[in-house]
């Protein structure tokens, strides 16, 4: 098995386990923790498999770098929200930080 | 003129990005202009790709692999017409229904404008990596929207939606990985002829995946669960917008990919949108008959009426009247629901009472809110004259022709029961109701919004032959 | 556009320009609204004789317009079209005079008159309707703007009897629906023909056409009021009088006898119809219809539920006439559509006005009306008699003619069936006749609202319009046989449809 391969496989097994994270119920931070599992999973599965190739092929490496930055906004989104709906008097809360 | 299609991305960008420098709850205006000039834009282009047929652009000039490809044909067209048709409207009427609801509408202006954006450039992408990033731009930012300025329930409801996009979008991702992995590419155009033959097994797993992905992100049935509350529980602009436009970007999304690149795939599979649609259809339905608070019904519908848009893929191969209903469902739908929640919103504004039962009475003291109200609602019941109706006689048109019993009784039965949902708000509607001391007076802008929609979507019904006509040339490759 | 293309169009816009108008109007524009409905209804009458004047003299009107590829609404006047056309035409004049009148001072009148306006307008659409399709818009715009009709006074029984209303015309109008779409994807269109457009298709899928046809028919039957399709009816009594009297006359039921008309005539084809053997099961049920309406009727204590169950049994004269194969029940069949609409209007006017005027619902309080309310005792007995068939009334020649086409059918048992009719219909109106003339009138009525003044027992307007529905009785049966009588045109209509 190539290295490759093997990359795409551990993505592979870390997206399903982080999905599993996303979609049970518990805690939003762990379910946050668990979209970083899952995002980690998808793009070392995009970089694993276009390695087979042989040389090095420039175009996951871009795609890989534009899902990090959307998986940074998600992630900072979803923990303003966590915050807030954790935060003393959600129902009054009217802070800045969308 | 120059050309409009990188305006359109643009443009909402642009003024978005100004209404959040202007700061919290400034540029309604500005945004009011821009998606102005943007459905002229947006009309300016249905002209061209009508006259010079589909339209292919790189952005910059550095074109495919690493440059961003876009490509306009008549469906792309129509979508990105529909969506600066239907937002007019609607940040109108959220300019006055944000004047009076304070914090709620802080962040509404930017958020609003990054969410069109995305949707325009989804529509136009011509590469799955690109699709995945636009669905991501519109996923955060209508999670944003749905979480602006609400207490915990609505917090809670966003974040749940966040989770089930997140899921969505990442499932599609993998997909994408795994397509350019056997494929070693994610343009549309170069993957058309790699995926007709004999493709990998690792691609099948990958039209599942963002088959999947897809479905979530629609609230197809039985993914629907994070819609109902969000919804129902965000700014009453923020619900339009969801319900009218945001799931139908997905949803073009997988019909984009069923009718092209995955077509020689999913044959095997294309009764299971079907089967889920029709089971959409009776159990949505069937929570909007029974559900207590006016909001809730309306987000019920919704998730009935997505059912109607999956109920033809079984169909899409062989009948090219199937594609038809598609589309007419896809924008009467957005037109009605869309008016069907500013409406709603009007009701409550004015009642302050967001229950079915608190209805009473407005035949008397909101005539043309309920009239907006019942236009709409004839609309999702499909009856005439409207898009709905003509959505749904070319849905049995082509069931028939198939022989597909099953379905032709799921859509008529869908249809007594939007009727029965519908019909219980105006029948209470129509009930006396004890005076009231306050007057609330129904702000002129938010009414006729409604109205406008309302009609718009009844009128489809009567000039549908120039969209039929637009997505002809979609139909017939 | 040619001026016969224009024609259909601006009888459908004379109705719903002025109802759409109305709908803006604040509610003390009494005078404008006036205005407004009065003058759409003349408009109507006008242009409708000019339609009238032309298809007798072989002119052909028509509109179409696509909507979708394959898909056309299409406005035809031809002759049949033009039959109910100006009945309705001509009846909702009156009933327009009579509304105004009746709403005096009631709530929500520019709502109630906007709504009336649009139920006319789908009345004519469904009349021109020149295809299935077209047929079907307005069959179900005719639901949606009576709806608000039926449920106009917003109490929670008004909103039983529409519910009740809405959920049997729904559920007919999604078996029409059925039916013609599938018919559309066999035939590939829609289009009205003089003598049907399916022979064609008859060698391959005759089990198919005949399931159609029930579709059809049971669509239709749902407004039609054909037994045991007619639950919605009695209930829908709960609407304001001059509503009732819409629903009952023009509107609604005859929209359901008018698609029963088109279909076997111009679907099928009465040949056709024939030979695929649907002609005699709906004759049955169209008989049962007219014995079972009559007898419940005649059970009926509240006047407007009696009347209602009268137009169970009387419509289904109709049907019964369409389903008798040959010409001279298509006459008979054709003409009660206008004479049994006069003379059901003339009743529902007057018991309007009984109930507006001294609070009688009921028949047990008819005792002495005739002597309180000699004008509209008048009127309401001719019409009464118009329905038993009596002689010198429209209603006798319509069952002669239905009676000779059973005849001629080789169809004896349906005379029986409408002598049987006949002998109930005296048995439930003869008593109202009696109490009201011969019997003491009480000390107190039920609720006096209205005093009499002089020779006017009640307002004009509510007087007028039954007066003359009841003299137009007198002059159809009398005058069967002139030139513009409604027996006239249903004999050219016959000609036209067995004469290709």
Redesign the interface.
């Known amino acids: 098995m190539s290295t490759g391969m093997l990359f795409a496989l551990v993505g592979a097994l870390l997206f399903t386990m982080g999905a599993a994270g996303v979609a049970l119920p518990g805690a939003p931070l762990r379910r946050i923790v668990a979209f970083n599992v899952m995002g980690s999973g998808a793009l070392l599965v995009l970089v694993g498999l276009a390695q087979r190739g042989g040389g090095v092929d420039p175009v996951p490496q871009a795609m890989v770098l534009t899902g990090i930055v959307v998986a940074v906004a998600a992630t900072a989104l979803a923990l303003a929200l966590a915050r807030r709906l954790g935060a003393p008097g959600a129902r009054a809360a009217s802070g800045d930080d969308d | 003129m120059t050309d409009p299609l990188p305006w359109l991305v643009v443009l909402p960008l642009a003024w978005a990005s100004v209404a959040f420098l202007l700061g919290p709850g400034r540029g309604a205006v500005l945004a009011a202009f821009g998606v102005a000039l943007q459905c002229a834009l947006a009309f300016e282009l249905a002209a061209r790709v009508q006259a010079a047929g589909a339209l292919r652009y790189a952005v910059g000039g550095w074109g495919s692999p690493l440059g961003i490809d876009w490509y306009v044909d008549g469906l792309a067209v129509l979508m990105l017409g529909l969506t600066q048709v239907v937002a007019l409207p609607l940040l109108l009427y959220a300019r006055s229904y944000f004047g009076h609801a304070g914090a709620a509408g802080r962040y509404f202006w930017p958020l609003a404008g990054f969410l069109i954006g995305g949707m325009n450039a989804l529509f136009v992408s011509a590469d799955l990596f690109n699709l995945y990033v636009t669905l991501e731009i519109v996923g955060l930012a209508a999670v944003g929207l749905v979480a602006a300025g609400g207490g915990a329930a609505q917090l809670a409801a966003a974040l749940r939606y966040l989770f089930a996009t997140l899921l969505g979008s990442g499932a599609f991702l993998l997909g994408v990985a795994l397509i350019y992995g056997a494929c070693g590419t994610v343009s549309i155009e170069l993957l058309g002829p790699l995926l007709a033959g004999e493709a990998p097994r690792a691609v099948y797993v990958a039209v599942v995946l963002m088959s999947v992905g897809l479905f979530l992100k629609t609230a197809l049935f039985p993914f629907h669960y994070w819609l109902p509350p969000a919804h129902g529980g965000a700014a009453v602009p923020v619900s339009a917008l969801l319900s009218a436009l945001v799931i139908k970007a997905s949803f073009y999304l997988l019909l984009r990919l069923w009718l092209d690149i995955f077509a020689p795939l999913v044959q095997p599979l294309a009764w299971l949108p079907a089967v889920l649609g029709s089971a959409a259809i009776l159990w949505g339905s069937w929570q909007a008959v029974r559900a207590e608070h006016l909001k809730l019904l309306v987000a019920w519908s919704t998730v009935a009426q997505i059912g109607y848009l999956f109920l033809a893929f079984p169909l899409l191969a062989t009948q090219a009247a199937a594609l038809d209903a598609v589309v007419f469902q896809t924008v009467s739908h957005a037109l009605a629901k869309a008016a069907m929640f500013a409406a709603t919103g009007v009701v409550i504004h004015v009642t302050g009472n967001d229950t079915v039962a608190g209805v009473a009475g407005v035949a008397q003291r909101l005539p043309l809110t309920l009239f907006a109200f019942a236009l709409a609602g004839v609309t999702l019941m499909g009856l005439p004259p409207s898009g709905g109706f003509l959505a749904k006689w070319l849905l049995i048109d082509a069931a028939l022709a198939e022989g597909a019993w099953p379905l032709v009784l799921v859509v008529l039965l869908g249809g007594l029961l939007a009727a029965w949902y519908v019909f219980r708000v105006l029948r209470q509607a129509f009930l006396l109701a004890p005076p009231t001391e306050v007057a609330v007076r129904a702000p002129r802008l938010m009414e006729w919004s409604a109205l406008l929609l309302a009609a718009a979507s009844v009128a489809l019904g009567v000039r549908g032959i120039e969209l039929a006509r637009l997505i002809a040339p979609v139909g017939a490759s | 556009m040619t001026p016969n293309e224009a024609l259909p169009l601006a009888v459908l816009a004379s109705s719903l320009l002025p109802g759409l108008l109305i709908?803006a109007l604040p509610e003390e524009r009494v005078g404008l609204r006036t205005t407004l409905n009065l003058l759409g209804a003349v408009a109507k009458v006008v242009l409708i004789a000019a339609l009238l004047a032309g298809v007798a003299a072989g002119e052909e009107y028509g509109f179409r317009y696509?909507?979708?590829?394959g898909?056309d609404?299409v406005f035809r006047a031809d002759a049949l079209a033009l039959l109910f056309v100006s009945l309705s035409a001509l009846l909702w004049f009156f009933t327009t005079l009579y509304a105004i009148g009746y709403l005096e001072s009631g709530?929500?009148r520019s709502?109630f008159f906007g709504f009336f306006s649009l139920c006319v307008t789908s009345t004519m659409g469904i009349a021109m309707a020149g295809n299935l399709f077209t047929f079907?818009?307005f069959y179900?715009?005719l639901?949606?703007s009576t709806?608000?009709l039926v449920?106009h006074r917003?109490?929670?029984q008004a909103?039983r009897g529409?519910?009740v209303y809405?959920a049997y015309t729904?559920?007919g109008?999604?078996v029409l629906?059925?039916g013609i779409?599938?018919l559309?994807?066999l035939a590939g269109h829609t289009d009205f023909a003089q003598g049907g457009f399916l022979g064609v298709l008859a060698a391959h899928h005759d089990a198919t056409l005949r399931i159609i046809f029930v579709l059809l028919i049971a669509g239709v039957g749902v407004k039609a009021a054909l037994v045991p399709l007619h639950g919605w009816l009695p209930q829908a009594m709960v609407a304001p009088a001059p509503v009732s009297a819409l629903l009952h006359a023009v509107a609604v039921v005859k929209a359901g006898a008018f698609g029963v008309v088109r279909i076997v005539y111009e679907v099928y084809g009465v040949e056709f119809a024939q030979a695929l053997g649907l002609l005699l099961p709906l004759a049955v049920i169209a008989a049962i219809t007219i014995v079972w309406g009559s007898l419940r009727a005649l059970f009926q204590d509240d006047l407007k539920k009696r009347l209602a169950f009268s137009t169970v049994s009387q419509v289904a004269y109709i049907v019964l006439g369409v389903a008798l194969f040959g010409p001279v029940g298509t006459i008979g069949g054709l003409v009660h559509l206008v004479h049994q609409g006069i003379m059901k209007i003339t009743l529902f006017f007057c018991a309007g006005n009984y109930a507006e005027t001294l609070g009688i619902h009921k028949v047990s309080q008819m005792d002495g009306a005739g002597r309180r309310m000699p004008l509209t005792s008048l009127a309401f007995t001719v019409a009464a008699l118009g329905m038993m068939g009596a002689p010198f009334t429209a209603g006798a020649v319509s069952k002669a003619w239905l009676a000779d086409g059973a005849r001629t059918a080789g169809m004896d048992w349906a005379v029986w069936v409408l002598s049987v009719s006949s002998l109930l219909n005296a048995a439930y109106f003869l008593p109202i006749a009696w109490r009201s003339w011969m019997r003491p009138g009480p000390r107190v009525w039920p609720q006096e609202h209205i005093a009499a003044r002089g020779w006017r027992e009640t307002p004009w307007l509510l007087l007028l319009p039954p007066l003359v529905t009841a003299l137009a009785t007198l002059l159809f049966g009398v005058f069967a046989h002139a030139a513009w009588s409604p027996l006239s045109w249903a004999q050219l209509i016959a000609q036209r449809e067995y004469v290709p």
């Open positions: 709908f696509r909507v979708l590829p898909l609404l709530p929500h709502r079907f818009v179900e715009l639901t949606l709806f608000p449920a917003g109490t929670p909103m529409a519910t809405l729904l559920l109008g999604t629906l059925t779409v599938w559309h994807s």
